[in-house]
């Protein structure tokens, strides 16, 4: 974290990204040391956003990502695909860093259209730290019954086993 922080915000942002994308194309499980420099890049929110914002590999603004709120269909597999590597990387670490990865875990598990798991996995984040905004405003926000926008669409909407459809 001491190493992300002496950087410029683009740059970190930058080698954030690339370390994530790679991680979402690999077909093995990172290195430990991989592991380790995404939990660190996930303790600073504006990395943070943009790494959860890049999960469905969609070209848009992160917070009409973060939403649901574009027309291009995410990439399922892709998603898949980062809450296995998220899950991972959770049991690496300790309570004092799982909050961002949790509430990540939370925002997959609401555009897949499992509330409830969200809502679960967004607790778990405010137990690990009770003063993290970005799971408590989540958590509101899912407790108000907003649903994902591409779960209002059959041509975005996910299907269990990550199948992408026609």
Known sequence: MNTIRT???????GHARKLWAGMLDAKT???DDQIITLI???QFAGIRD???ADIPGIKKPA??????????????????????????????TNNQHAAPLLTALGYINWWEGRGSKAHQFLQL???????????????R??????????????????RPGGLEGP
């Open 7 to 13: 950087l410029p915000a683009d740059e970190a942002v």
């Open 29 to 31: 499980y990172p290195t």
């Open 40 to 42: 660190a890049n996930f």
């Open 50 to 52: 943009q790494l959860i």
């Open 63 to 92: 917070h009409q990502v973060l939403f649901a709120q574009t027309h291009g269909k995410p990439q399922w597999s892709r998603v898949e695909r980062a809450q296995q590597l998220l899950l991972h990387a959770y049991t690496r």
């Open 125 to 139: 984040a405010l137990e690990a730290d009770p003063e993290y905004r970005l799971a408590r405003l989540s958590d």
């Open 141 to 158: 926000m899912i407790g108000c019954g907003m649903i994902a926008g591409w779960n209002t669409d059959k041509n975005t909407a996910y």
